[in-house]
């Protein structure tokens, strides 16, 4: 008898050869995981009425369904194929002019392998629980009040892929449109959507998609070049991302990406389209909505401002509120007086010296009023020389205890003698015994 060897590289390239022919990027054939829509087993509940049954507190689905199954199904809209999501998957309720959506958590990694973008899939809720983290819903196993990930080994009793997949058509929405439904009583679902003619601020130019030396989260800051009103809006990328360390493009375009507690997170670099010349706003001289601070919590440390307090340490902090970043000051204890200020980084006038200076303003606590606005003419190490007062006493929200932020706008005219000037936010505590907290947040100077 004959003994027929075959060559090593000849085996492992029918295996490669075999691999290929019979899977695609979204749907390799993995046993024992791909269970495609069993016949016992369908939606009985739409996710619009899943998502429409949290009032507060968090869900047990057990205790939805008296005993019964509760299953709801919904198309798959993430991946984490370039790592910037990461053991989540988001879902909508329709491929097209979605109405609900929520985010799946797991403890699995290659996801995309198996269950890819447009993949609908029926969720198995028995056993499962729902909670809001901001204004986001997320299931996962049900523990005692608490919501865990649901694990690798649990994943195929829970949710089921069907043979059914469909191109994801984004919601087409502007900046304002998003900034209006988040401060309003219905805020938009977590979906699919498409921004166009967007554009990153001129403070993060030439920068990159996230930090190339560690694994922190990092802000970029999109602003619109079409609407009346110029408004922002946070896109959120991984620091264990693969494209971490790339150039953000510099050009303005469109931007598909998932609407994550009121940011947006693309799956990957192929969600930017910024092909188009950039937009220039002139009028605009300057603008801070404090988005790129990654460390909330501490002194405010922005490039070329100044945090200053020559008596105590206090000084103005970074904080947050869901999820979006503000400047605070706060009293400090019952016998300290002091002056802390926050000054802007040097602004540069154009041709127009009567300018329009915008910002938002929220106060708690208040049992006076401590917070004056100038326009600086200089800060050299931290004495500060102050040009023109600008009145904000009688604007700023006079009761107590404001509920959210409030705009206030005022005409400053900057003296003919100024091609530059700052603007500095004075907390003077005079009184020991203040309780007035001031939070601060999207500055706006530009011409009138």
Request: hydrophobic fraction near 35%; aromatic fraction near 6%.
């Amino acid at each position: 008898m004959k003994n027929f060897f075959l060559n090593p590289i000849i085996v492992i390239s029918l295996i490669i050869a075999t691999t290929f022919s019979c899977a695609s990027n979204d749907d390799i054939s993995i046993p024992d995981l791909d269970k495609d829509n069993p016949t016992d087993v369908e939606a009985n509940t739409e996710l619009l009425a899943i998502t429409d049954l949290f009032t507060g507190n968090v869900i047990e689905f057990d205790q939805v369904q008296n005993g019964g199954e509760l299953v709801t199904s919904g198309f798959i809209i993430s991946s984490d194929v370039s790592s910037n999501i990461n053991n989540q998957i988001y879902i909508q309720d329709k491929t097209e002019d979605a109405t609900s959506g929520l985010v799946i958590d797991v403890e699995l990694d290659n996801i995309f392998l198996t269950h890819g973008i447009g993949r609908e899939v029926l969720i198995k809720l028995n056993g499962l629980g729902m909670k809001k983290v901001g204004n986001e819903l997320h299931i996962g196993v049900y523990n005692d009040g608490a919501i865990t990930p649901i694990s690798g080994d649990d994943f195929q009793d829970f949710v089921i892929r069907t043979n059914t997949k469909e191109t994801i058509v984004p919601k087409i929405l502007t900046i304002n449109e998003i900034i209006e439904a988040a401060n309003s009583d219905e805020p938009l679902p977590t979906i699919l959507v498409s921004i166009e003619n967007v554009q990153i601020i001129d403070e993060q130019l030439n920068t990159t998609y996230a930090n190339v030396d560690n694994n922190s989260d990092v802000d970029k800051t999109l602003i619109n070049c079409t609407d009346e009103d110029t408004q922002t809006i946070i896109l959120q990328n991984s620091g264990l991302s693969t494209f971490k360390a790339l150039p953000f493009p510099t050009e303005q375009g469109t931007i598909t990406a998932i609407l994550s507690k009121n940011k947006l997170i693309i799956r990957d670099t192929n969600d930017i389209d910024f092909t188009e010349e950039r937009c220039i706003d002139d009028s605009v001289l300057f603008s801070e909505d404090f988005e790129s601070i990654t460390d909330v919590g501490f002194n405010i440390d922005l490039t070329d401002w100044k945090n200053i307090n020559n008596s105590f340490n206090i000084k103005w902090n970074s904080n947050q509120t869901d999820g979006n970043i503000f400047a605070e000051i706060k009293p400090g204890g019952p016998t300290d007086q002091y002056d802390a200020w926050l000054i802007t980084k040097e602004i540069t006038l154009n041709s127009v010296r009567t300018l329009n200076i915008s910002v938002d303003i929220n106060v708690n606590e208040r049992d006076g009023d401590y917070l004056e606005v100038y326009i600086v003419k200089s800060v050299i190490d931290d004495t500060v020389t102050l040009g023109n007062r600008i009145n904000t006493t009688n604007s700023i929200v006079p009761q107590l205890n404001t509920d959210g932020l409030t705009t206030f706008e005022a005409s400053i005219t900057i003296p003919s003698d100024q091609d530059n000037f700052r603007i500095g936010f004075r907390y003077r505590k005079q009184n020991g015994s203040a309780t007035t907290e001031y939070q601060i947040d999207n500055i706006i100077i530009s011409e009138e």
